[in-house]
C-alpha cells in the first residue's frame, strides 16, 4: 500500500554536512520525495511537534536540541514508507542500531541521533500536516 511518511534530518546531521548523504539514501531506497524544506524550528515548535513526549524526563533537552539548528524536513512516498523509513534509520539509540542503519552511520546518542520518522499512520497524518498543512 502506498503510505508517505515524515522525515527529519535533525540538527547533528546538519551540523555534519551529511544532508546530502543522506537524501541521496532515500532515493536509492526508492522513495518519492513530495516535499522537501530547512528550517529552524523554534522551541515552541518542537514542542508542539513532540508532544507526545510531554511528559518524558527527555522532553526538555530533545526539544532543546531539536531547536538548536536548522533541519530538513521531507515528506516521503512509498510502498509501506512508514515501516520502511523507520528500518533505514534503525533504532533510536544509536548504539543498538544495525549496521548499514542511518543512526548506526551518522547517530551520535540516543538525542543525537540524525534522523526521524513518522511511527504509525496516524503520526504520519499529524507530521505531515505540522510541516506541509
Ligand atoms: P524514535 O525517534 O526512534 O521514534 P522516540 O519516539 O521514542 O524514538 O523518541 C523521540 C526522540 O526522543 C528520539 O529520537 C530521541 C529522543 N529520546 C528518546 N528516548 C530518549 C532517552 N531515553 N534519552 C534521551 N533522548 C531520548
Ligand atoms: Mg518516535
Given at each position: 500500500m502506498?503510505?508517505?511518511?515524515l522525515a527529519i534530518i535533525k540538527p547533528d546531521a546538519v551540523k555534519k554536512r551529511v544532508v546530502g548523504?543522506?537524501?541521496?539514501?532515500i532515493e536509492d531506497e526508492g522513495f518519492e520525495i513530495l516535499g522537501l524544506k530547512m528550517l529552524h524550528l523554534s522551541k515552541e515548535d518542537a514542542r508542539?511537534?513532540?508532544?507526545v513526549h510531554q511528559d518524558k524526563p527527555f522532553y526538555e533537552s530533545l526539544t532543546d536540541f531539536m531547536s538548536s539548528g536548522r533541519?530538513?524536513?521531507l515528506l516521503l512516498e512509498k510502498d509501506n514508507a512508514i515501516k520502511h523509513w523507520r528500518e533505514v534509520m534503525g533504532a533510536t539509540d544509536p548504539a543498538q542500531a544495525k549496521p548499514g542503519t542511518l543512526r548506526r552511520q551518522f547517530g551520535f546518542s540516543v538525542?543525537?541521533?540524525?534522523?526521524?520518522?513518522s511511527d504509525s499512520p496516524q503520526?504520519?497524518?499529524?507530521?505531515?500536516a505540522f510541516f506541509f498543512g
Open positions: 502506498v503510505e508517505r511518511t548523504r543522506i537524501i541521496q539514501r508542539k511537534f513532540y508532544y533541519v530538513v524536513v538525542e543525537r541521533n540524525a534522523v526521524h520518522g503520526t504520519a497524518e499529524f507530521e505531515i
